[in-house]
């Protein structure tokens, strides 16, 4: 266990809906990093929040947007969701260091 | 360029036997950190091992070891005496370094199955 929580698990859509995904970060930790990960793939980097800030960005369109809240907790945000928007996200977060980032269980989203 | 390649894309074998899951490279810095990650069919990804690039030290945990050697750009991990639960899909990664903000850059990934 690492401490990371992500909701929701699971989540099904409709091609040009939006979708909110949701992640807690370890106790101790102010960064937060979101992946994609396609079946059969390795993980994507989308971006990274150090201290509510965006820092460091994947190459995904701006429809892929975050939060990261006081408490370092994490939104990913897409709009106008696409048929290849359906992955694993994973959520990890990392300490001071940001040396080793710890992973959530990942929210499967599907898109129909 | 900053990449990670894992050759193998899935390796079979039978419980007991000792099997090593390589890991190739490549990054301008001089400073980077590299890792492994196990990914179950749970899907969470497990940290396994961290590693920075002035440390070359071999490092034994239980039944894994990791041989990191910076001549031929290889991080190698090897399961001794391999068992049923060690099937999952594993992971190298690289951190390049302190510019990069820790972004992690992933190998494709090599599916171990144990068979019993």
């Known amino acids: ?112 | 360029a900053q990449k990670v390649t894992q050759a193998q894309t899935e390796i079979s074998v039978v419980e007991k036997e000792d099997v090593t899951l390589d890991c190739v490279y490549e990054t301008r810095d001089t400073t980077y950190y590299l890792f492994w990650y196990k990914q179950p069919p749970s899907g969470e990804l497990v940290f396994l091992i961290r590693r920075n690039s002035f440390d070359e030290q071999n490092e034994i945990s239980g039944r894994y070891s990791w041989n990191f050697q910076k001549s031929t750009s290889s991080f190698n991990f090897t399961i001794t005496a391999s068992q049923v639960v060690d099937s999952a899909v594993y992971f190298c990664a690289l951190t390049p370094g302190v510019d990069s903000n820790y972004q992690l850059i992933w190998g494709a990934g090599t599916k171990l199955i144990i068979k019993p």
């Open chain 1, 1 to 112: 266990e690492t401490g990371v929580t992500q909701s929701p698990t699971h989540l099904i859509k409709t091609r040009g809906q939006q979708v909110t995904l949701r992640c807690s970060s370890q106790s101790g930790h102010n960064t937060v990093s979101w992946y994609q990960q396609a079946l059969g793939q390795g993980p994507q980097f989308i971006f990274q929040y150090y201290r509510e800030e965006e820092n460091g960005r994947g190459n995904f369109p701006p429809r892929f947007s975050g939060l990261q809240f006081p408490n370092y907790s994490s939104e990913l945000n897409v709009n106008a969701l696409e048929l290849d928007d359906s992955a694993l996200y994973l959520c990890a977060s990392s300490g001071l260091t940001q040396e080793t980032q710890y992973f959530g269980p990942g929210t499967r989203l599907l898109v129909l």
